[in-house]
């Protein structure tokens, strides 16, 4: 036999379309060469698959070999193709039987010596392969990874000398599998929302965020606990589901960041201020995913919001409303999803005691509309709940209680956040105006309320919009069908900014 086909798949964004390495030996002078658009690290992989074979005792043929990774117009990076590709030269050389590899999609760089390596992306198409009904051939590093889906049959090796003898029925390979308690998610010690002393508005807002997966923004001097309340809101936010668990780690093993521990926990990203938008999206030659995308299904932290670069923060603009972001390139194009929930901190003017009952702001009008003017309205307007986070007096920071534990309040957050699954399928925050009109029910001095509020403070529609699903996501930790006065007075007094940028106006 001189052809022999094999199965494997490429990683484009989170998909893992379909390839097949076809290795074909024919009269010439001897060579290999690969074809399909390979970058250099699959064209170097005929170096690696050379010396492997030899190392391993194999005879290397002395013909002309091609290798053809289909379809041809699918870019293909990285070693994962090195296995299949010595798999195919050994089936195609008669050395190894090829009918059980028609079962199997196979992943592996190899080691000169022959050692099968692990490499990244393998999720991504371990859900691929199942639902393809084939069998998964992967290094044994990379074993815990593959078997997160449930219906994957995934078998490994260390060593290419494992697989050929195990093809002719010398051994078996190990057959991966998760025990019960790995599958479940991970109850790892998460920060406690016991710890935030005081500061009960903010709280109240960090649960209303929670149960309706609202975007915040906490405004106060330095030292009040804003990012102390950040990090404390992924241990509130509702328990993820297996799908989302696993969209979130297959974006973790694109990056090659895959860690078990992590399964079940909702992301908490924070980058600095310096931060590119590149960085924030994602991007590159090979578009990879930023921190929005790594954020998804978790919370994307901002601290010191006025500090990034206005063009940065831009670009948060539309994955706020739609939850993905396409990366166009030349030649590739590629979509990540990204529904993750806005968390923003910012002191209110440069020296930032502007409104502080405790300290005095040395800052001029002028200086602090310049400062909190660095954020655009249309960003501003994507923000649900605008919080103020004020300074405690000393006695009273000694004498506060602790607050509620995060399991009470998630408890809490869990009931409302069902009761939107069950009346629209999705959370509040992500309600369309259609919708709202459909499911928002308000009494009629609650709509007479919000109408003067628009007037005198000048909100956009999407502002509106916006204030309307923080009432509707406050009756519902109410337990309440229709939305009242006080559900929507408190969604008022959740866009502090607006009075900030009065008072300096």
Known sequence: MTLAVLYSRASVGIDAP????????????????????????????????????????????????????APA???????????????????????IPVEQLADFECYGELSLSAELRPVSGILPAALACARSGRKMLVPSINA???????????????????????????????????????RQHQLLAMLDLMDVKGQFQARRALEIAAAGQHHLLLVGPPGTGKTLLASRLPGILPA?????????????????????????????????????????????????????????????????LPEYDRRVLEVLREPLESGEIHISRANQQVKYPSKFQLVAAMNPCPCGYFGDSLRSCRC???????????????????????????????????SVSPGEASSVVQERVTQAHQKQLSRA??????????????????????????????????????????ILKVARTIAD????????????????????LDRYMQQVG
């Open 18 to 69: 379909e390839v097949r390495i076809e290795v074909h030996l024919t009269n010439g002078l001897p060579g290999l060469a690969i074809v399909g658009m390979p970058e250099t690290a699959v064209r170097e992989s005929k170096d690696r698959v050379r010396s492997a074979l030899i190392n391993a005792g194999f005879e290397y043929p002395q013909r002309r070999i091609t290798v053809n990774l």
């Open 73 to 95: 117009d699918l870019p293909k990076e990285g070693g994962r193709y090195d296995l299949a590709i010595a798999l195919g030269v050994l089936a195609a050389s008669n050395q």
């Open 144 to 182: 815990s990874e593959a078997c997160l889906p449930q219906d994957n049959q995934v078998f490994t090796a260390d060593h290419l000398l494992k697989v050929t003898a195990a093809l002719h029925g010398q051994q078996q390979l190990p057959q991966a599998q998760l025990n019960p308690e790995q």
């Open 240 to 304: 993820m589901t297996e799908q989302d668990a696993l969209e979130v780690m297959a974006l973790s093993s694109i990056t090659g960041r895959f860690d078990m521990e992590e399964w079940g926990q909702r992301p908490f990203r924070s980058p600095h201020h310096t931060a590119s938008g590149v960085a924030l999206v994602g991007g590159g030659a090979r578009p990879k995913p930023g921190e929005i995308s790594l954020a998804h299904n978790g919370v994307l932290f901002l601290d010191e």
């Open 364 to 398: 001029s009008a002028k200086q602090v509309k310049n400062y909190q003017s660095r954020l655009s309205g249309p960003l501003l307007d994507r923000i649900d709940l605008q919080v103020a986070v004020t300074s405690l007096p000393p006695e009273q920071l000694a």
């Open 425 to 466: 399928g999705k959370s509040n925050a992500h309600l369309t105006g259609r919708e709202l009109d459909q499911l928002v029910q308000l009494q009629p001095d609650a709509s007479q309320l919000l109408q003067q509020a628009m007037e005198q403070l000048g909100l956009s529609p999407r502002s509106y919009h916006r």
């Open 477 to 496: 930790l109410a337990n309440e069908e229709q939305v009242g006065v006080s559900a929507v007075s408190e969604a008022l007094g959740l866009r502090q």
